[in-house]
C-alpha cells in the first residue's frame, strides 16, 4: 500500500508562481474594470445629450420651416 506523498518543492514553487500570478491578474482586472466606468459614464452622457437633442427635433424642424399651428 503507498502513502501519500507530499508535493515536492516543485510544486510548492508553481503554486507560489500562479497565486503571484492569480494576484497580479486581479489586480490589471480591477484597473481595467476603473478605465471601463469612465468610459460608460462618458457614454451615458453622450446618450443623454443625444436623447435631448432628438427629443428637440421636431420643434426645432418645425420652426425652420415656419409651420404656423392653426
Not at 482586472?29 to 462618458?42: A, G, I, R
Amino acid at each position: 500500500m503507498r502513502t501519500a506523498r507530499r508535493p515536492g518543492r516543485n510544486a510548492t514553487v508553481n503554486l507560489a508562481q500562479a497565486m503571484a500570478m492569480l494576484i497580479q491578474n486581479q489586480a490589471i482586472f480591477v484597473e481595467n474594470m476603473s478605465k471601463m466606468k469612465l468610459e460608460l459614464d462618458e457614454i451615458k452622457t453622450i446618450l443623454l445629450r443625444h436623447e435631448r437633442i432628438l427629443n428637440e427635433l421636431p420643434e426645432a424642424v418645425k420652426r425652420k420651416i415656419g409651420f404656423k399651428a392653426r
